[in-house]
T-cell receptor, first 112, second 115 residues
C-alpha cells in the first residue's frame, strides 16, 4: 500500500532556530518527492521537488534531502522566521500515476 | 488569471442538500485535480481531468460525488445529498500535464461545512 508518513505531527521552535522535518514513504515505483508549505486557509505551495537521482535540493532557507534507498526525506529549515509557521506536507508521486500521495503534514509554529 | 481560483471560499449547507464547488484553473493548464482535505488528514485525491481524455474518477468516495470540466477550463465538483462526513476543505489544482512530471498549483480551497 502506498503511504507517506511524516514526523513530528507538530513542532514549536523559537525564531532564529533551525529545525528538521521527516518523511518516510512506501510509494513504488517512485517518481519524485515534493515538499509543500501550506499556510492556514491557503492551498499548498511547492518548496522543492526531487527525483530519484537527486540527494539534496535547496530553496532559500529550505533544504530537502532524499535517500531513495531507505525511502526517507527530510526538510531542514534554517534560521526560522515567524512567517515559516505553517504546515509542511511531504508528497510522493508514483511513476505513471495520475494522483499524488500526501502525508498528513507537520504543523510548525515559530514563536518570538 | 494569476493563479487557481475557487468559489465559494466557504459554504455551509444542511445535511441532505446538494452543493456545487467551482474551480478556475490557470489558463493553459490542461490538467485539473480535485482533492479533499479533512481535519487532521492528508489530502485525498478525488478526480483528475487531462485535456479531452476521460477523467480519472478513481478517488471519488461515493456516487454522490461528481465533477465536470467544461471546455477544458472551469470545473465544478457536485456533492449530492450532503452528509456531515463530507465536511472538509476541497482543493483544486492545475498543471501543464500529468502531475508526476509537472508542478501542481493549488487554489485556496472551499471550506464545506455540513450541519
Amino acid at each position: 500500500k502506498n503511504q507517506v508518513e511524516q514526523s513530528p505531527q507538530s513542532l514549536i521552535i523559537l525564531e532564529g532556530k533551525n529545525c528538521t522535518l521527516q518523511c518516510n514513504y512506501t510509494v513504488s515505483p517512485f517518481s519524485n518527492l515534493r515538499w509543500y508549505k501550506q499556510d492556514t486557509g491557503r492551498g499548498p505551495v511547492s518548496l522543492t521537488i526531487m527525483t530519484f537521482s537527486e540527494n539534496t535540493k535547496s530553496n532559500g532557507r529550505y533544504t530537502a534531502t532524499l535517500d531513495a534507498d531507505t525511502k526517507q526525506s527530510s526538510l531542514h529549515i534554517t534560521a526560522s522566521q515567524l512567517s515559516d509557521s505553517a504546515s509542511y506536507i511531504c508528497v510522493v508521486s508514483e511513476t505513471g500515476a495520475n494522483n499524488l500521495f500526501f502525508g498528513t503534514g507537520t504543523r510548525l509554529t515559530v514563536i518570538p | 488569471g494569476a493563479g487557481v481560483s475557487q468559489s465559494p471560499s466557504n459554504k455551509v449547507t444542511e445535511k441532505g442538500k446538494d452543493v456545487e464547488l467551482r474551480c478556475d484553473p490557470i489558463s493553459g493548464h490542461t490538467a485539473l485535480y480535485w482533492y479533499r482535505q479533512s481535519l487532521g488528514q492528508g489530502l485525498e485525491f478525488l478526480i483528475y481531468f487531462q485535456g479531452n481524455s476521460a477523467p480519472d474518477k478513481s478517488g471519488l468516495p461515493s456516487d454522490r460525488f461528481s465533477a465536470e470540466r467544461t471546455g477544458g477550463s472551469v470545473s465544478t465538483l457536485t456533492i449530492q445529498r450532503t452528509q456531515q462526513e463530507d465536511s472538509a476543505v476541497y482543493l483544486c489544482a492545475s498543471s501543464l500535464g500529468r502531475t508526476s512530471v509537472y508542478e501542481q498549483y493549488f487554489g485556496p480551497g472551499t471550506r464545506l461545512t455540513v450541519t
